[in-house]
């Protein structure tokens, strides 16, 4: 099978990978402002998917490090490795979406790459500074979005203590829109360039590009792909993230949409990957706990939290399995 097209299905799956990324996550951008009525379900997808596409062409800090940081050096790559690993999160995230689990595409990929890297090309292919660092952004991101939601939410219950419940949802229920679109943004900020990164990668090992940047084309694609994949929405996860964990409120929806964009551009402009599934969910978790701790249905948070134990392993198991299958296939 000739190389290029080997290159073209890392493509079709990069892209398939972004789809399914946009459906599996719309509920990151729009659960709250929907589950609190401020918005209509299909006019929330809509705006979602259009920022979802304009803030994936923001930059691509985020898909430099995915495409750059994780293996040494793309030479020690090779197109099935790549295809395993897109292979392994789109199953993780098929599989949670089915159930209805929000768990981390960006997690289901580190783990899908981790496991056809080292299946592939072993250890010694691994940058394990670069895989720390991401590591490190990706658990920690949720945890900063607990404290900082907590926080901003005590201060808000402070500013508008004063104030009637009624006319409080009132004028939450307006703001959620602004604060529904920073989150669409945001989150196509850093998601799409996920699989920027991993196309970059599978042109620049297979010598179609010189340097590690992103083609427009590829921009536009992933950006696209994305935006397609949130229009079609998620609605089982969608009722997890908006009403499972905690009974929001106008003022708590615009809270935790809120923090979580600010958590999540400020990722994205440091260059660094995080999961939004986890840092909204973290952000909720946050806001709920500022308005009473035992409000956080916190059985359904050790279930999420079980499924995101889970997201690397089995992704990179899913990988490495996929690249053995792959190989035979080959003849290799």
């Keep these: 099978m000739p190389d290029m097209t080997l290159v073209y299905i890392v493509v079709l799956f990069a892209l398939a990978f972004d789809y399914i990324n946009g459906f599996h996550d719309t509920a990151n951008a729009i659960a709250t402002s929907v589950s609190t009525r401020a918005l209509q379900p299909q006019y929330a997808v809509a705006l979602a998917a259009f920022l979802n596409f304009a803030g994936a062409l923001y930059s691509t800090g985020v898909a430099k490090t ?8 793309a030479a020690l790559v090779s197109q099935p490795v790549i295809i395993s ?3 392994g999160a789109i199953v993780w995230n098929l599989i949670t979406w089915w159930f209805g689990i929000p768990s981390s595409s960006s997690h289901a990929l580190v783990g899908g790459v981790l496991g056809a890297v080292v299946t592939g090309a072993g ?12 590591v490190l952004s990706l658990v920690l991101s949720p945890v900063i979005a607990m404290v900082s939601g907590y926080v901003l939410m005590i201060v808000m219950m402070w500013v508008f203590s004063g104030s009637s ?30 699989a920027m990164g991993i196309i970059t990668l599978a042109l620049l090992s297979s010598g179609q590009i010189p340097t590690l940047e992103v083609p427009l084309w590829v921009k536009l694609a992933c950006a696209t792909a994305m935006a397609m994949g949130t229009a079609a929405g998620g609605w089982k996860i969608i009722k997890t993230m908006g009403g499972k964990i905690f009974k929001l409120e106008p003022i708590n929806g615009f809270a935790a949409d809120l923090n979580s964009s600010l958590v999540i ?14 840092v909204v969910s973290g952000s909720i978790m946050g806001v709920g706990s500022a308005k009473r701790v035992s409000a956080v249905r916190w059985g359904v948070a050790q279930q999420m939290l079980f499924a995101w134990i889970l997201t690397i392993p089995f992704s990179a198991a899913t990988s490495s399995i996929m690249y053995k299958v792959l190989m035979v296939f080959l003849g290799k």
């Design 66 to 73: 995915i495409g750059g940081d994780i293996v040494k050096s």
């Design 85 to 87: 690993a897109l292979f």
């Design 123 to 134: 250890f010694n292919a691994i940058n394990l500074w670069g895989v720390e660092k991401i």
């Design 165 to 194: 419940p009624s006319k409080i949802n009132s004028g939450f229920k307006r703001m959620q829109l602004l604060s529904a679109s920073m989150m669409s943004f945001s989150h196509g900020s850093n998601d799409a360039q996920k």
């Design 265 to 278: 551009f400020m990722a994205t402009n440091l260059h660094l990957p995080v999961s939004t599934t986890h």
